[in-house]
């Protein structure tokens, strides 16, 4: 099959359950080798998407085209995905062995095939040894681990993913983000996986599709989500964000002018995202990421400078949570390096560089 | 004083409570043996005539077989009828689950005596004549409600997704119900077959009620009870109880043993040391 193909493609997708509209008219298309992460809150929609996808639940309309096939009327024991799911939910009457080649032994695969195919699987997770227990008597992150062999055993057009390390520490957590990413590079498979841990949507993704409320709120990569969020939700839910409201007094060709707790600063015109554009009079948000922040003085040229008050410091090892408070009463939370400011109150010049800012365009009668 | 008293109380009354169980089977097991055709204390003589007159002895043998066959009749029923409501059970929730639940376990509710005789009118009604049929009816009607709680009990336990990952991997419903449904509740119902037939083997006011000629092993010691004791029914009351013991010991064992893994179905490990 060509690349050209995407992998998965959900077309107009809605899904309620009685009143509450779990899925609002979702479009998607997934590219083929491609790790993409549905990341949100509880409740924003992504489990439901991934178990539409997975064919476990029909949707109200829409499509859901696998590998260029539409799958919409199919059962989920017919379609090309395999679903690897929060609990594992290995058989455990089992062994390691016939749980991962349950899939080959469902398609029909000879036996010599299936323990050849269980063979590869087990190596590819490193966990070759185990195959004659029972799941009941491995670790965790084993666990796991198997759960994902059996997955990809039956070699599907894509995996889901659903929250799969969310029943692990943290630890461990860090160590099969690795080890998954890895794998999908590996094998060159097509990963969706959900999760509403931000931080594992950041490390791992090639595009995150940040959801709330049934919608994808934005499709991108992980820095250019987390640099220029196109919604303030995005902004709050990826990172820490501080956000500033301004109104555009001007445009003149690449620069924008505005006004910001009566002051006056001047962005790039491409600092609003979301392909939104805005004209004089416009109500805006301002994003700036804590990082970006440099505490006075000694602003660099052209530099956005930000009257403030020092309030608090949270010590954090190798930096330092500086809570402060504008001129209009706007609080802040910076990251600096320890010692750069001195402990309690005080005022304080921050600088920001203007092409560090991200300029939200504010709906009209919508936060 | 009174922290010695209190820590030594429980202990003390949890073990008259083990004694009070266990003394009458001590003596009753003792009685067996005693060379004479009384059953009294002290026991000057010892013999095993008791037991080899038991065995001998062909009106028990035949309700032994009476009840063996009125057991496994009912047990047969019980699951039959206790499985599939277990799976209806299962998919309803909240208050229809509770008045589903609440309607079927009613039977054990319901005085035993009550039960018998309106079972005996239901089957004479129906022109089916009192005996094993008629027993094995009432046995079913009492060990339903067992067998659809101690399998939805296990049912509860099995997480969804251990269907849906099945079927997700290839499988039809048909498959998933006899490769992963049926090998999971496996356990449950072992369980559920051997406390049917110890709940049948061991009845008396309905086998009383609706047996016919050919006595039941309960209602055949009764019988033999009113012309007093003699060491012949102790000994084969202690027969009758070290089969139980044995395989209740064992089914218990085999319970154990298979549900172990099954706690993996749910959010159970956390972190790599669960299980170590």
């Known amino acids: ?367 | 004083m009174m922290r010695l008293l209190g820590r030594i109380a429980l202990p003390v009354y949890f073990w008259l409570f083990v004694a009070w169980l266990f003394v009458p089977l001590f003596v009753m097991a003792a009685m067996g043996f005693r060379d004479s055709n009384f059953v009294a204390f002290p026991i000057q003589s010892w013999t095993t005539d008791w037991y080899r007159s038991v065995i001998e002895d062909r009106e028990i043998m035949a309700s032994l077989w009476v009840s063996l066959q009125v057991a496994v009749l009912s047990t047969v029923m019980g699951l039959g009828i206790g499985t599939p409501m277990a799976f209806m059970v299962a998919r309803f929730d909240g208050v229809w689950r509770a008045v589903l639940i609440a309607i079927i376990v009613m039977p054990a509710f319901i005085p035993i005596v009550v039960s018998a005789i309106a079972l005996r009118m239901f089957i004479g009604n129906f022109g089916i004549d009192t005996g094993i049929l008629a027993i094995a009816f009432g046995h079913a009607v009492s060990s339903v409600p067992f067998v659809v709680v101690m399998l939805l009990t296990r049912l509860n336990s099995m997480s969804a997704n251990l269907a849906d990952a099945a079927r997700d991997l290839g499988a039809d419903e048909f498959i998933v119900f006899f490769r992963v449904v049926l090998p999971y509740l496996a356990p449950a119902l072992f369980g559920a077959l051997m406390f049917c037939m110890l709940l049948s083997f061991e009845d008396f006011t309905r086998s009383f009620f609706l047996g016919s000629f050919d006595p039941t092993f309960p209602v055949l010691l009764f019988a033999r009870l009113r012309f007093g004791f003699d060491p012949g029914l102790a000994a084969i009351s202690t027969l009758v109880l070290l089969v139980t013991i044995v395989l209740g010991l064992y089914a218990e064992r085999f319970t154990r043993k298979r549900a172990a893994p099954g706690h993996q179905g749910r959010l159970a490990a956390r972190g790599d040391d669960t299980n170590a």
């Open chain 1, 1 to 367: 099959m060509p690349d050209s193909t995407p992998a998965i493609e959900v077309r107009d997708i809605v899904k309620s359950f009685g009143e509450f509209r779990a899925i609002d008219n979702v479009s998607l298309t997934i590219e083929s080798g491609v790790f993409i992460t549905l990341l949100g809150p509880s409740g924003c929609g992504k489990s439901t998407l991934l178990r539409t996808i997975a064919g476990f639940l029909t949707p109200d309309s829409g499509a859901v085209i696998v590998g260029g096939r539409d799958v919409t009327a199919l059962p989920p024991h017919i379609r090309p995905v395999n679903m690897v799911f929060q609990d594992y939910a290995l058989f455990p009457h089992m062994s390691v062995r016939r749980n991962v080649g349950f899939g080959c032994e469902m398609k029909g695969m000879t036996k010599s095939d299936i323990e050849a195919r269980v063979d590869a699987m087990l190596e590819l997770i490193r966990l070759p040894d185990v195959g004659d227990r029972e799941p009941g008597a491995l670790s965790g992150g084993q666990r796991q681990r198997v759960a994902l062999a059996r997955a990809l055993a039956p070699d599907p057009v894509s995996l889901l993913l659903d929250e799969p390390l969310g029943a692990l520490d943290l630890k461990l957590r860090l160590e099969l983000q690795h080890e998954l990413k890895s794998i999908q590079r590996t094998t060159g498979k097509t990963f969706v996986f959900v999760t509403h841990d931000q931080d594992e949507a950041m490390s791992m993704s090639d595009l995150v599709a940040v959801m709330k409320d049934g919608r994808i709120e934005q499709l991108d990569t992980p820095r250019a989500i987390y640099a220029r969020p196109a919604t303030a939700f995005v902004a709050g839910f990826v990172g820490a964000a501080n956000m500033l409201s301004g109104r555009v007094v001007g445009t003149d060709g690449a620069a924008l002018r505005l006004e910001v707790e009566g002051l006056h600063w001047s962005v790039p015109a491409d600092a609003v995202t979301g392909g939104r554009t805005v004209a004089t009079g416009d109500a805006v948000t301002l994003v700036i990421r804590p990082e970006d922040v440099i505490v006075g003085p000694a602003p660099g040229r052209g530099e956005l400078v930000l009257p403030a008050r020092a309030r608090t410091q949270t010590f954090l090892g190798g930096r330092v949570h500086l809570r402060c408070e504008t001129a209009a009463g706007t609080a802040l939370t910076l990251e600096v390096r320890p010692g750069s400011v001195p402990e309690g109150d005080g005022a304080i010049d921050l600088h920001v560089a203007p092409d560090a800012v991200a300029i939200l365009a504010n709906d009209k009668g919508h936060s």
